[in-house]
């Protein structure tokens, strides 16, 4: 019962992290593209743009899932090995039930809000 409690609030720490990262992708995407149809012409620099987006994304995941071999979605939890090397998911030595959804979604409305004023343009 005490994991339930651990993971309280995390899935909607996961939905704002990643609405975070589509939204930085997408604002320095446009602004990638836009640099590169200056340099290279609209066509060409889109064709240039997309082929670096899917080698970094390529080797971004590659190295993500192969370090270790212990990817974890969850940072309530660790894999270890028992005595017969066999691995095993247990609980990890985190205080429970701590996670500041509310901190956190201020911290990235103020982070969206900056880079719209700054430099984005992507929303407003």
Request: no cysteine; proline share 2%.
């Amino acid at each position: 019962m005490e994991y339930a409690t651990q993971s309280k609030g995390q899935g909607v720490i996961s939905l704002m992290t990643a609405g975070l990262g589509l939204y930085f992708t997408a604002a320095m995407w446009t602004e990638f593209n836009s640099a590169l149809g200056t340099v290279f012409g609209a066509a060409p620099g889109i064709i240039f743009g997309t082929i670096v987006f899917l080698l970094y994304q390529s080797k971004k995941h590659e190295k993500e899932f192969t370090q270790g071999g212990n990817y974890l979605t969850s940072e309530g939890t660790a894999i270890t090995r028992d005595s017969e090397g066999r691995l095993q998911q247990v609980e990890s030595t985190i205080e429970k039930g701590r996670n500041p959804t509310f901190l956190i979604a201020g911290l990235y409305f103020v982070l969206i809000v900056l880079s719209e004023i700054s430099w984005s343009n992507l929303l407003f």
